[in-house]
Structures are given as structure tokens and as C-alpha cells.
């Protein structure tokens, strides 16, 4: 014990493995090893060429989606009625086809849902910009912001003894009561 030293040698990067039972290879086996061309290196590049191939492959595949895709959008666009025209009035002949007054309907329709999308969006976003308001009172109250600032300093100064600053406590609980009613007042009203 302690004769040898802990870390292996640097020249010993070989590793020799010992099977339980013999292993014998054939000699064709063998010799069609040793007569291959093929290395660790040729191997490496046949699998990156390989990769590649495939990557390339699959990257054009998916232009090609894309571009089909494109295709199909601007079919789609350019068969659609044009929304810019003015409507036709009932004294004026109609030049349109039966399915081309479907369509314009159903594009009435759904500019009309936009329409209330928009307006239920609108109204939502006018929630929330009141309550951010509210907010800003909220934290903007300096006499909250000052009873707040003397229950740190005091818990700072008396670290060992937090309840020296029963009084301290009890104003910021009074301005955050007073504060609170305010908010109560908004909100009710």
C-alpha cells in the first residue's frame, strides 16, 4: 500500500480489456479488416457528407413548402372580391354572380366581427389603463412612502429588538388604512 502511485502513467493510453470467455474471430473476418481502405477519417467525412446531404435535402424541401405555400396565399388574395369597390345600390344593375354576392357578404360579416374584436379590445385595454392609474396612486402616496421609510429605519436600528417599533408600525398601518379607503372610494363610485 502506497508502493503505487494513484494516477496512471501518460504513456499507458492503451486499454486492455479481459473477456470471460475466449473470443475468436474468423479469418475471413480478419482479413477483410485489414484489407479495407476504410478509416477512422474516411469514416467521419462519409457521415459528414452524409449529414450534409440530408440536411441540404430537407432544407430545400421545406423552401419548396414555402414557396407553395406563398403561392397558394396569393391565389387566395388575388381571387378574392376587392373590398375597395363600392357597393352596389338596388337601382343599379348588378354585374356580380350569385356566388360573388355570397362572398362580399361573408366578407361584410367578418369585417363586422373585426369591428367588435377591435371594440372589445379597445374597452379591455381601457380596464387595465384605469387600473394601472389606480396603481400609480397607489404607490405614488408620500405619506405611505414616508411611514414606510420609518418602520425600515427603525427595524434597522433596532435589529435585535423589532418591537421597539410598535408606534412606527401602527402609522404606516393608519396610512395604509387611510389609503385603502381612497381606493375603496374610486373603485365604488
Given at each position: ?179 385603502e379607503k381612497g381606493f375603496l372610494g374610486k373603485i365604488l363610485d
Amino acid at each position: 500500500m502506497g508502493q503505487e502511485s494513484s494516477k496512471a502513467s501518460p504513456s499507458g493510453t492503451q486499454h486492455v480489456f479481459a473477456a470471460d470467455t475466449p473470443v475468436r474471430f474468423s479469418p475471413e473476418l480478419v482479413d477483410a479488416l485489414q484489407a479495407s481502405p476504410e478509416t477512422d477519417t474516411t469514416r467521419s467525412k462519409d457521415l459528414e457528407s452524409h449529414i450534409q446531404s440530408r440536411v441540404t435535402a430537407e432544407l430545400t424541401r421545406l423552401e419548396a413548402e414555402q414557396t407553395q405555400a406563398i403561392r397558394e396565399l396569393e391565389e387566395r388574395i388575388s381571387e378574392s372580391p376587392d373590398t375597395s369597390t363600392e357597393p352596389t345600390s338596388s337601382g343599379k344593375l348588378s354585374f356580380f354572380s350569385g356566388k360573388d354576392e355570397q362572398a362580399r357578404a361573408q366578407s361584410d360579416k367578418l369585417r363586422d366581427l373585426s369591428r367588435e374584436s377591435v371594440q372589445k379590445t379597445i374597452e379591455e385595454l381601457r380596464k387595465r389603463l384605469q387600473a394601472r392609474k389606480l396603481r400609480e396612486d397607489i404607490v405614488g402616496d408620500k405619506e405611505v412612502e414616508k411611514a414606510k421609510e420609518e418602520v425600515v429605519s427603525c427595524l434597522r436600528l433596532n435589529d435585535r429588538r423589532p418591537l421597539d417599533c410598535w408606534q412606527e408600525v401602527e402609522a404606516f398601518k393608519r396610512e395604509v388604512g387611510r389609503l385603502e379607503k381612497g381606493f375603496l372610494g374610486k373603485i365604488l363610485d
